[in-house]
């Protein structure tokens, strides 16, 4: 998605490098560490080469990939949420990350059920998946509401870890 988007109460907009010390913050953040893995971004440089190395070449590929999401009210940065494609894994994924402090008030699902919404209607992508760790409750509950169904369980080519693989038609 190269232009942004709003919902009622957010401004969705791809990732540039100006977001370093945001993803720095959300990426160290102990949830992030705990369901997604430390990727050792541990200072602006490394934020800003993990942004330039990963973020931005999807989006010049594909037209789409990590969004920061933006309270409209204040313009605080609250989180991310975008599809990604992955090296080994043939359907992209959706995945999502918010600040401690910005969970738990329905942001996620007004940001992601706007961007399936754009995915389905501007992309030729028939299908999304998303993979979660079993205990992260409020990641699987969201991707249920956004209409997702679990299909089993896999590993992501770079890990052995066992994740949950949920799957949604477009």
Not at 141 to 165: A, N
Request: charged share 25%; net charge negative.
């Amino acid at each position: 998605m190269k232009n942004s988007f709003e919902t009622q109460r957010l401004r969705v907009r791809p990732i540039t490098l100006e977001d370093a010390p945001f993803i720095l913050e959300l990426m160290n953040t102990p949830k992030w560490v705990k369901f997604i893995g430390d990727r050792n971004v541990k200072s602006i440089e490394a934020a800003e080469a993990y942004i330039t190395e990963k973020a931005l070449p999807q989006i010049a590929t594909h037209g789409y990939g990590n969004n920061v999401i933006i309270r409209k009210s204040d313009n605080v940065k609250l989180g991310t949420c975008g599809v990604y494609h992955r090296e080994g894994i043939e359907i992209p994924d959706i995945g999502f990350a918010f600040l401690p402090s910005n969970e738990g008030k329905d942001y996620a699902f007004e940001a992601a059920s706007k961007l399936v919404e754009i995915i389905k209607d501007n992309y030729s992508l028939a299908e999304l998946s998303a993979y979660t760790l079993e205990e992260n409750l409020s990641s699987r509950k969201l991707l249920e509401r956004l209409g997702f169904t679990l299909k089993g369980i896999g590993t992501l080519p770079t890990s052995d870890e066992e994740l949950l693989h949920y799957y949604r038609k477009l």
